[in-house]
């Protein structure tokens, strides 16, 4: 008997094309932001938004082209710069809630998306409530 093949969670929801939707849709949202958008010191959101794409890409099962052009992720130390607190994680997440909905994956798929992201908002705060 054949071994079931294994699926990532990339190919599951659709690959590379999935996550270009997921983070251009994200990102559209992030431009209008008052409290993101100054966080984001480029001023074309491009760089950020392929950054993004890549690693979750990599995150998910798919080609390791971020860590072949930008090494180790070390989220947390790339964040350390800017301030992040519970309002902008709140915000952070509250457009990626909106770009998650939009792509209509099955609930499973979703919530696994949506529970990654609220745990690394969570560990990005890097400033005290005030």
């Given at each position: 008997m054949a071994e079931a093949e294994q699926v990532t969670f990339y190919e599951a929801v659709g690959g590379e094309e999935t996550f270009r939707r997921l983070?251009?849709?994200?990102?559209?949202?992030?431009?209008?932001?008052?409290?993101?958008?100054?966080?984001?010191?480029?001023?074309?959101?491009?760089?950020?938004?392929?950054?993004?794409?890549?690693?979750?890409?990599?995150?998910?099962?798919?080609?390791?082209?971020?860590?072949?052009?930008?090494?180790?992720?070390?989220?947390?130390?790339?964040?350390?710069?800017?301030?992040?607190?519970?309002?902008?994680r709140d915000a952070w997440l509250r457009h990626m809630r909106d770009a998650v909905d939009e792509l209509g994956l099955p609930d499973q798929l979703s919530g696994m998306l949506w529970d990654y992201f609220t745990m690394a908002a969570r560990s990005m705060v890097n400033a005290p409530s005030e």
């Open positions: 983070v251009r849709r994200f990102y559209q949202g992030v431009a209008d932001d008052p409290l993101l958008r100054p966080l984001y010191p480029e001023e074309d959101l491009g760089p950020a938004e392929d950054r993004l794409r890549l690693f979750l890409i990599q995150y998910w099962g798919g080609p390791n082209t971020y860590s072949r052009e930008r090494g180790h992720p070390r989220l947390r130390m790339r964040h350390v710069p800017f301030v992040i607190g519970e309002a902008e």
